[in-house]
């Protein structure tokens, strides 16, 4: 390392106690790089998330919907007759952030899952690459189409991969495919879909994690056809990065199909019908000799001996020449195909049309992930997609006999993908196909210091002043948009109104079950009964149990939505920020009761479904639309088409006008208590793995009924389930167009 004069001495050590970063210059001074290029952004460190939380099941999808008992697949093997998968792996569609399930998967009871599978043989991503694309989505109301905006959490996520430009992108991406190369196993390999924008920033970054010798291939995907655009060429093709995690990859030869310029050669055709072309079967000119001999009366020098002359005879591949000489036939039908190549031209965007196609505005084509799967991957592989959006590798996986694990951070895509799920399990079901179970997990419970916007290069304490600044902040901001009054003193309350005690949640995830535990142990010892919960977002699954075990202690708590409006000032100044509840379900159950000591049955009948939800405002659309426009708003559980003709003339149409308009997909466990959640922790003591039961049940989903693309239609009354006398549990989930869902429970006795 060479010496460093007095000037620069002094310079590095103004950098340092200004807490600046210091000039690349000093960095390579100070710190010997092997390194002849290495790729540098602000804040690059190589620390990685290595922290364990648990996987919080809520939903499980066995068999799909079997509407009589006994009516299970052929899969015996694998299901019992009430279609609950037995043994084996179970798939997993896991919201969250994919840094913390990545790093719970690599170092946690799940490891051994996967391992047990053989490891992780594939992972295939599609990161967001430009604005909102992922998080907004477009609702079909009837004719008319709604576009629903991120969520807080959704806009925090982009933010924070975006927000300060290409830096933050590849640090969020750098970290994430650390973690994956450590899943893959030694034969594994991964496949990253990305465009113009960060192409090559990410293949730097793939290049250092995984090495320039496990590049495999650059695959250009030509996704759109060539179209005008008057600024420059037009953008139509997509780059995927194919690495390895070392030299013993899995790879499966594919081929694509002959040109018409080849296959114009074979014109030749047998009495079926069999294409064909000739070959030679002399081996003069050729280095090596061969063989010299007479057949049939023609005598030549021969690539093929005698014998294998003779069985090609016999096997009628022979052709005869007018000329007096002898080729050998090459059919069409028993060539392979063209070995492919990285350009990928005949794999086409999944258009308005389109079968697969579920409304999703980043939705892949199932043939371009079946080439993938089939490619890298072998049947009863375990594969992986951590940003899976539309969930079209997991439906792929599925249907090429492969286990799937899938995450996202938008609740929308999961349910997206639950939806998508469902209906290839029935597909394959109706074939007499196998299938596998899967379920849908919560990355339990969060830390708030993997969210929180801080300057990691800070020192510690200087992190945690910043972050109790602006936890207050956000804290006061909220209780000025509820009107509520606040408070101090308390551990879990932040403020008061009209006689409740009200808590806010956290700006950056959502409200767990965690979370409303301790709000439920303080108003125990305080005697507290009355209390209003504010967040952004609630995980999944979180009620009504946890409401339920409050009202049984004494507790009253009403969770509500916090609107986006409440980072807008004049919209708090005018009080005009409101608060929604969530969204509310009625149900009546229809019981068949059984001879006595025979089965009964239970159907259940979805009556209500209440939501309150707001986004923009419908006199704000009236002000602000221009004639000839309009703009749908959804406005306290209406969505509404606001329209202004020629003349200024405003007119207000509700396109939700049946309750039943907002609801997308609605499902019943019919025995709710019957299956435990028990997740597996580290005991600090031993260092071992111990299971341990949440307190929570999982919700088994025995019946469902959603809309399609094609079929708008929904049911309103599920099937009659055989049951034993006595009184069970039953549990209801609606999820509504947004993919928020709900949940009720309802007590019958049968």
Same mark, same amino acid.
């Given at each position: 390392?060479?010496?460093?004069?007095?000037?620069?001495?002094?310079?590095?050590?103004?950098? %340092?106690?200004?807490?600046?970063?210091?000039?690349?210059?000093?960095?390579?001074?100070?710190?010997?790089?092997?390194?002849?290029?290495?790729?540098?952004?602000?804040?690059?460190?190589?620390?990685?998330?290595?922290?364990?939380?648990?996987?919080?099941?809520?939903?499980?999808?066995?068999?799909?919907?079997?509407?009589?008992?006994?009516?299970?697949?052929?899969?015996?093997?694998?299901?019992?007759?009430?279609?609950?998968?037995?043994?084996?792996?179970?798939?997993?569609?896991?919201?969250?952030?994919?840094?913390?399930?990545?790093?719970?998967?690599?170092?946690?009871?799940?490891?051994?899952?996967?391992?047990?599978?053989?490891?992780?043989?594939?992972?295939?991503?599609?990161?967001?690459?430009?604005?909102?694309?992922?998080?907004?989505?477009?609702?079909?109301?009837?004719?008319?189409?709604?576009?629903?905006?991120?969520?807080?959490?959704?806009?925090?996520?982009?933010?924070?991969?975006?927000?300060?430009?290409?830096?933050?992108? %590849?640090?969020?991406?750098?970290?994430? !495919?650390?973690?994956?190369?450590?899943?893959?196993?030694?034969?594994?390999?991964?496949?990253?879909?990305?465009?113009?924008?960060?192409?090559?920033?990410?293949?730097?970054?793939?290049?250092?994690?995984?090495?320039?010798?496990?590049?495999?291939?650059?695959?250009?995907?030509?996704?759109?056809?060539?179209?005008?655009?008057?600024?420059?060429?037009?953008?139509?093709?997509?780059?995927?990065?194919?690495?390895?995690?070392?030299?013993?990859?899995?790879?499966?030869?594919?081929?694509?199909? /002959?040109?018409?310029?080849?296959?114009?050669?074979?014109?030749?055709?047998?009495?079926?019908?069999?294409?064909?072309?000739?070959?030679?079967?002399?081996?003069?000119?050729?280095?090596?000799?061969?063989?010299?001999?007479?057949?049939?009366?023609?005598?030549?020098?021969?690539?093929?001996?005698?014998?294998?002359?003779?069985?090609?005879?016999?096997?009628?591949?022979?052709?005869?020449?007018?000329?007096?000489?002898?080729?050998?036939?090459?059919?069409?039908?028993?060539?392979?195909?063209?070995?492919?190549?990285?350009?990928?031209?005949?794999?086409?965007?999944?258009?308005?049309?389109?079968?697969?196609?579920?409304?999703?505005?980043?939705?892949?084509?199932?043939?371009?992930?079946?080439?993938?799967?089939?490619?890298?991957?072998?049947?009863?592989?375990?594969?992986?997609?951590?940003?899976?959006?539309?969930?079209?590798?997991?439906?792929?996986?599925?249907?090429?006999?492969?286990?799937?694990?899938?995450?996202? !951070?938008?609740?929308?895509?999961?349910?997206?993908?639950?939806?998508?799920?469902?209906?290839?399990?029935?597909?394959?079901?109706?074939?007499?196909?196998?299938?596998?179970?899967?379920?849908?997990?919560?990355?339990?419970?969060?830390?708030?210091?993997? /969210?929180?916007?801080?300057?990691?290069?800070?020192?510690?304490?200087?992190?945690?002043?910043?972050?109790?600044?602006?936890?207050?902040?956000?804290?006061?901001?909220?209780?000025?948009?509820?009107?509520?009054?606040?408070?101090?003193?308390?551990?879990?309350?932040?403020?008061?109104?009209?006689?409740?005690?009200?808590?806010?949640?956290?700006?950056?995830?959502?409200?767990?079950?965690?979370?409303?535990?301790?709000?439920?142990?303080?108003?125990?010892?305080?005697?507290?009964?009355?209390?209003?919960?504010?967040?952004?977002?609630?995980?999944?699954?979180?009620?009504?149990?946890?409401?339920?075990?409050?009202?049984?202690?004494?507790?009253?708590?009403?969770?509500?939505?916090?609107?986006?409006?409440?980072?807008?000032?004049?919209?708090?100044?005018?009080?005009?920020?409101?608060?929604?509840?969530?969204?509310? %379900?009625?149900?009546?159950?229809?019981?068949?009761?059984?001879?006595?000591?025979?089965?009964?049955?239970?159907?259940?009948?979805?009556?209500?479904?209440?939501?309150?939800?707001?986004?923009?405002?419908?006199?704000?659309?009236?002000?602000?639309?221009?004639?000839?426009?309009?703009?749908?708003?959804?406005?306290?559980?209406?969505?509404?088409?606001?329209?202004?003709?020629?003349?200024?003339?405003?007119?207000?149409?509700?396109?939700?006008?049946?309750?039943?308009?907002?609801?997308?997909?609605?499902?019943?466990?019919?025995?709710?208590?019957?299956?435990?959640?028990?997740?597996?922790?580290?005991?600090?003591?031993?260092?071992?793995?111990?299971?341990?039961?949440?307190?929570?049940?999982?919700?088994?989903?025995?019946?469902?009924?959603?809309?399609?693309?094609?079929?708008?239609?929904?049911?309103?009354?599920?099937?009659?389930?055989?049951?034993?006398?006595?009184?069970?549990?039953?549990?209801?989930?609606?999820?509504?167009?947004?993919?928020?869902?709900?949940?009720?429970?309802?007590?019958?006795?049968?």
């Amino acid at each position: 390392m060479p010496r460093l004069t007095d000037q620069e001495k002094q310079e590095i050590l103004r950098f %340092i106690e200004a807490d600046k970063p210091l000039p690349d210059k000093y960095r390579f001074l100070l710190f010997g790089e092997k390194r002849e290029v290495e790729l540098v952004w602000n804040g690059k460190t190589n620390e990685v998330c290595n922290i364990v939380l648990p996987f919080q099941t809520i939903e499980q999808v066995d068999e799909p919907r079997a509407e009589n008992l006994g009516d299970t697949s052929a899969q015996g093997f694998l299901f019992d007759e009430r279609g609950r998968q037995l043994k084996g792996w179970t798939n997993k569609l896991i919201w969250g952030d994919n840094k913390l399930v990545l790093s719970s998967l690599k170092n946690g009871p799940l490891r051994e899952e996967i391992e047990a599978q053989g490891g992780l043989k594939l992972i295939y991503i599609d990161p967001p690459f430009d604005v909102g694309a992922d998080f907004s989505m477009d609702i079909e109301i009837g004719s008319d189409t709604f576009t629903k905006k991120p969520n807080i959490l959704e806009e925090i996520a982009y933010r924070d991969t975006w927000g300060k430009g290409s830096d933050s992108f %590849i640090s969020m991406i750098f970290e994430r !495919l650390v973690l994956m190369r450590d899943l893959l196993s030694e034969d594994g390999s991964i496949y990253v879909h990305c465009d113009w924008r960060m192409n090559s920033h990410i293949r730097f970054v793939l290049d250092e994690i995984f090495g320039i010798s496990n590049y495999q291939n650059e695959i250009t995907w030509q996704r759109t056809s060539a179209h005008s655009d008057p600024e420059h060429y037009g953008v139509n093709v997509d780059s995927i990065f194919y690495f390895s995690k070392s030299n013993k990859r899995i790879w499966n030869q594919l081929y694509g199909e /002959y040109s018409e310029d080849y296959k114009i050669r074979f014109r030749n055709a047998d009495s079926d019908g069999r294409l064909w072309t000739d070959a030679d079967l002399t081996a003069k000119g050729l280095s090596g000799g061969g063989y010299t001999y007479a057949y049939k009366g023609i005598s030549s020098l021969w690539r093929c001996p005698l014998e294998t002359m003779e069985r090609l005879d016999s096997e009628k591949r022979l052709h005869f020449t007018k000329a007096g000489g002898i080729r050998l036939k090459r059919y069409l039908d028993e060539t392979p195909g063209v070995p492919l190549q990285t350009l990928w031209v005949d794999i086409f965007p999944v258009n308005s049309q389109a079968k697969e196609k579920v409304n999703y505005p980043t939705q892949k084509p199932e043939a371009l992930l079946e080439r993938i799967i089939k490619a890298s991957s072998n049947e009863g592989d375990l594969v992986a997609d951590f940003f899976c959006g539309s969930g079209t590798m997991a439906a792929v996986a599925e249907k090429l006999g492969r286990k799937w694990i899938a995450s996202d !951070l938008g609740k929308f895509a999961i349910h997206t993908t639950r939806k998508r799920m469902i209906g290839v399990q029935r597909g394959l079901k109706a074939e007499g196909k196998d299938y596998r179970a899967f379920e849908i997990l919560n990355l339990g419970k969060y830390e708030r210091q993997h /969210y929180i916007g801080v300057n990691p290069n800070l020192r510690e304490g200087e992190q945690i002043r910043q972050l109790e600044e602006k936890e207050s902040a956000f804290v006061d901001l909220i209780l000025k948009a509820y009107r509520a009054e606040k408070v101090e003193n308390f551990a879990c309350f932040n403020g008061k109104r009209a006689g409740r005690l009200v808590s806010v949640g956290p700006v950056n995830l959502p409200v767990t079950r965690l979370f409303v535990e301790e709000i439920i142990l303080e108003c125990r010892k305080k005697q507290i009964t009355r209390v209003d919960i504010l967040g952004f977002e609630f995980e999944m699954g979180l009620f009504p149990n946890v409401l339920d075990e409050a009202r049984s202690k004494g507790i009253d708590i009403a969770p509500k939505y916090i609107p986006a409006e409440v980072f807008d000032k004049r919209a708090v100044e005018k009080n005009q920020v409101v608060f929604h509840d969530v969204a509310a %379900i009625e149900v009546k159950p229809i019981v068949k009761e059984g001879k006595k000591g025979q089965t009964g049955s239970v159907a259940v009948e979805l009556t209500d479904f209440s939501v309150f939800y707001s986004q923009d405002s419908i006199k704000h659309a009236e002000e602000t639309l221009g004639n000839k426009g309009s703009s749908i708003i959804a406005e306290k559980g209406q969505i509404v088409k606001v329209s202004k003709d020629a003349q200024g003339i405003v007119s207000r149409e509700v396109l939700t006008k049946n309750w039943t308009d907002w609801i997308d997909y609605w499902a019943v466990d019919f025995n709710f208590e019957s299956k435990r959640e028990i997740i597996r922790v580290k005991n600090p003591e031993t260092d071992e793995w111990e299971e341990q039961w949440t307190g929570d049940y999982i919700f088994e989903n025995e019946w469902q009924s959603f809309r399609t693309r094609k079929d708008r239609s929904l049911e309103l009354v599920s099937v009659s389930h055989e049951c034993l006398p006595g009184v069970r549990k039953i549990a209801v989930k609606v999820v509504d167009i947004f993919g928020n869902d709900t949940m009720t429970i309802i007590g019958v006795r049968v």
